[in-house]
């Protein structure tokens, strides 16, 4: 019997669906909660938003869940071209889906699209001091770009800005550590021995010069950070939550796309969990929507990796949703 074209490219998928759902789930996610789950069947791939994971306190609306989750759908898309087959997608297409995946044609992967594919395991968060080199225009330059192809923008803030944000930040961050509600839930998602959450081995120092409040800061000696740190915002044009998943996609381009300069980033988003810190923040970039905060820089040593769920614990085979 002669297998067709298309008969083969749909035999072909439950083969290396595996690889290309271990590539998802190294996508960063907010407290590395992991809020995804996966449906495969026959001719595609369906990435499921787990709302069971949400962070009541700091994300009600499920802002920062919803771009978790894209995180991870973009690299599932990356994965699935790096392997030589076209990603068709649709974003939301049904109620819990965030994005469905199709691999179509085949077609060669750029030189480009294998560099990506190859920092998705590499790229950690790193909450460590940068050097004092500043982010090459270059790097910032394509960061932009992949900003701007999955619907979103990037920012680097100039210095009386950053400086702002940066205050922003600390404050955002007090107020916030004066709720037990907000202690609690950072508590229940940090410390190791488990496959989800923060690992206390990649929690940051603590800055010296007391300018950076960063979220999961060790309790451990001060140390100088970076003179003149370059903070970007991801903003969108409106706030919804199919906004929320081009931001998770694009977020994910720009991490993958620093990591191949070299470069590392650490999430300072504080400041958009507070209602009225995040609408100040927003008036400074035009009345756009502000997704993430971002510190980038080039880190004096490897940032420390976390743990995630097995994939096998995450799959919904046959469209059975568990
Ligand atoms: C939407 C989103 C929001 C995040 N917010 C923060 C944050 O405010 N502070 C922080 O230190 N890390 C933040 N992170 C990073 C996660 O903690 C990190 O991705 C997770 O622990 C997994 O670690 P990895 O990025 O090193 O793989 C965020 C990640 C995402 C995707």
């Not at 787990?50 to 009600?60: A, K, M, N, W």
């Not at 210095?159 to 508590?187: F, Q």
């Not at 081009?246 to 969990?273: I, M, P």
């Amino acid at each position: 019997m002669t297998v067709t074209a298309e008969r083969a490219s749909t035999l072909d998928m439950p083969a290396a669906a595996p690889g290309w759902l271990t590539a998802a789930i190294a996508a960063p996610s907010v407290h590395n909660t992991q809020p995804w789950r996966f449906e495969v069947d026959g001719t595609e791939i369906r990435v499921l938003a787990d709302h069971s994971r949400r962070l009541e306190v700091i994300d009600p609306d499920g802002r920062q869940l919803l771009m978790s989750v894209a995180a991870a759908a973009f690299n599932l898309r990356l994965a699935i071209r790096a392997h030589g087959r076209v990603p068709s997608h649709r974003a939301m297409p049904s109620p819990g889906v965030v994005l469905a995946v199709s691999p179509a044609a085949n077609s060669r992967p750029r030189a480009s699209v294998l560099r990506l594919r190859g920092a998705v395991s590499a790229r950690h968060t790193s909450r460590a001091p940068f050097t004092d080199i500043a982010p090459s225009r270059g790097a910032l330059r394509e960061m932009f770009a992949a900003a701007s192809i999955e619907g979103a923008e990037l920012s680097v803030c100039p210095p009386l800005t950053r400086d702002s944000l940066l205050t922003l930040t600390r404050v955002a961050s007090e107020r916030l550590l004066m709720s037990s509600a907000y202690r609690d839930e950072m508590a229940a998602w940090t410390g190791g021995g488990r496959f989800d959450g923060v690992p206390d081995s990649a929690l940051g120092p603590r800055d010296a010069r007391q300018r950076i409040a960063g979220r999961w800061t060790g309790h451990g000696r001060p140390v100088m950070f970076e003179s003149a740190p370059t903070i970007a915002v991801l903003t969108t044009a409106v706030d919804s939550p199919r906004a929320w998943v081009d931001a998770g996609q694009a977020l994910q381009r720009v991490l993958l796309t620093a990591s191949v300069y070299g470069l590392s980033a650490q999430f300072l988003n504080q400041a958009l969990e507070v209602t009225e810190l995040r609408a100040r923040v927003n008036a400074r970039f035009g009345g756009r929507f502000t997704q993430a905060v971002l510190r980038i820089g080039y880190p004096t040593a490897a940032p420390e990796g976390t743990p995630r769920r097995p994939v096998p614990d995450l799959l919904d085979q046959n469209g059975r949703r568990g």
